[in-house]
């Protein structure tokens, strides 16, 4: 039990992909000027992530690898990310429409979203463990959640600040997220 809640903590905060990676950049930029979309898009991205990597590991090692073709990995991977997308985007459009325009094009994109399937190719091509991988997608998406909601909250402060005109918008946000992504890599090897 130990070493899964270690292996969340390494992926969420350690080994964040958002940071340490750069996977999910589109959504981490596009989605952070709210803190309620941002909440939003972490939580859809959460779920997929869960989800597609519920799915893809049995695919992978009891269907895939027995016959043959774990080359289509994938292809497989993407089809199981889009049709889990499209899933979140009808219930997001049901249950909650000013979310749904708030994420906008964002949703869809989410299929794209190199963060869910670097997470599902990642989780085979390193060989782990059902539990492992469950680990690993689990902590992946909370630190994912983390991050977006973090980068909203300053984004938030930022656009009230007395920052130079040059620096207003994108270029203050991109350097906020360079200044985010050195203090995770203050953390590395501090858990293996």
Partial sequence: MTAFILAIISAMLIN???????????????????????????????????IA????????????????????????????????VQLVEMVIKKYSPSLYKALGVYLPLITTNCAVLGVAQGNTDSNLTFAASMANAIGTSLGFILIIFAFSCIRNRLEASNAPRAFKGIPIALLTAALMSLAILGLTGMIK
């Fill in 53 to 84: 990597s519920l799915v893809t590991w049995p695919i992978y090692h009891y269907i895939l690898v027995p016959a043959g073709i774990a080359f289509m990995d994938t292809i497989v991977y993407i089809l199981v990310i889009a049709s889990l």
């Fill in 16 to 50: 964040n992909v958002t940071l340490s990676r750069f996977y999910g950049i589109c959504p981490f930029l596009g989605v952070s000027k709210k803190t309620d979309s941002a909440l939003g898009m972490g939580v859809a991205v959460f779920f997929v992530i869960f």
